[in-house]
Every structure is written in structure tokens, then in C-alpha cells.
């Protein structure tokens, strides 16, 4: 009998679940390699976008981060700095955390050759979600902490409520990058250009 005693039950369109694979798959040179490549998620048999790696969505998260930390971290030093009040100092922190975190984004597109116009694009596509997950998590620990709004920057207590809140937010943001670079949206955008 070979396949036909194990072939699948129709998927409504006439075709079985074998067939359809094997037609998607026909005049498509390069898509298994395409499929292969972790960076892009790929596809499974059926062309749905297959997951993306846990180790693809951290180092895409850790990037992110890295933005994100050094923008809130000057944006407090420089609040604190200028005596400026917990919602200014935060609303700094954040702005600079974006902006930092684009920036990454922005200059290892640009040295791909993209654009200005182009590698705003991929960089905004890339990173929006990720850093205001990040930031949302973020400040949200920061601002549950008893205390840690009013810590200065010389208190155990800033820092300690500062690197709590980006180890959480990384711990939250990896799944979320997982789940949109398995479906070629957040970083999968910038994976092109590497």
C-alpha cells in the first residue's frame, strides 16, 4: 500500500496534510535552508513560522537591554543630578532608555549599508515591543519597591531596586522576543542585515 494507507485526512480543500507539504514546498529553492536558519524562526511543514530559539530570543532580549540600562541609568543620574522630581527623572530615564535602545539597532543596521530612512524603519519594527515591555516591567518594580523612588543614587536600595527590575524584565521580555522573532516580527526584522 506504501503511503496511501497512511496518508492524512483531507484538509478540507482536497489535498491531504502530505500533499499540501509537499506542495509548498515545490519550486521553492532555498526553503529548507530558509527553514533551517534559526535567526528568521523559519517555517514547519505546514508554512507556518516555526519558534524561534530560546538562545535567538535572549541575545535579542540582552541587546535591548543593554540600551534600555544605559538610557535609564543616565536618565536617573542626570535627574538626580539636576534635582528634578520623581516623574521627570522617570519620564527621562525612559525616553533615553528608547532612544539608546533604537540606537543599537540603528547603527548595526546602518553599517550594513541601509538607509537612514530605512534603518529607522527596521529599528523602530525591531525594537519597539521588546523595550516597552522592557520599561513597563521595569519601572513597575521600581516603582513597587517601598522606598526605591526616593533612594538617591549613592543608596543600595537604587541599584538594587534598579538591577532587580531589569534582571525581571528580562526574565518577561525573552518569552515575548521568542514568540514575535518565531513569527518574523521584533528582531527577526533585523536579522536580514547581519
Known amino acids: 500500500m506504501g503511503h496511501q494507507g497512511q496518508r492524512l485526512a483531507h484538509d478540507g ?8 507539504s509537499a506542495h509548498d514546498h515545490v519550486g521553492a529553492p532555498g526553503h529548507a535552508a530558509h527553514r533551517d536558519h534559526h535567526g528568521h524562526g523559519g517555517h514547519d511543514d505546514g508554512g507556518h513560522p516555526a519558534g524561534a530559539s530560546w538562545s535567538t530570543a535572549a541575545k535579542a532580549t540582552l541587546h535591548c537591554l543593554t540600551g534600555c540600562a544605559i538610557g535609564e541609568i543616565l536618565g536617573m543620574v542626570i535627574g538626580t543630578a539636576l534635582l528634578w522630581g520623581n516623574v ?10 528608547f532612544l539608546f535602545g533604537y540606537s543599537f539597532t540603528l547603527f548595526a543596521v546602518r553599517r550594513a549599508g541601509l538607509d537612514l530612512k530605512s534603518a529607522i524603519k527596521v529599528a523602530l519594527a525591531a525594537d519597539t515591543v521588546s523595550i516597552a515591555v522592557m520599561e513597563l516591567v521595569d519601572n513597575g518594580i521600581i516603582a513597587m519597591v517601598p522606598g526605591a523612588m526616593d533612594a538617591h543614587l549613592s543608596d543600595g536600595l537604587f541599584w538594587g531596586a534598579l538591577l532587580g527590575g531589569f534582571a525581571v524584565a528580562f526574565v518577561i521580555t525573552t518569552p515575548v522576543n521568542k514568540w514575535m522573532i518565531g513569527r518574523g516580527k521584533g528582531h527577526a526584522v533585523v536579522h536580514a542585515y547581519h
Do not use: C, N, V
Open 13 to 20: 480543500m482536497g489535498m491531504t496534510a502530505m500533499d499540501h
Open 88 to 97: 521627570e527623572t522617570m519620564a527621562l530615564a525612559i525616553t533615553l532608555a
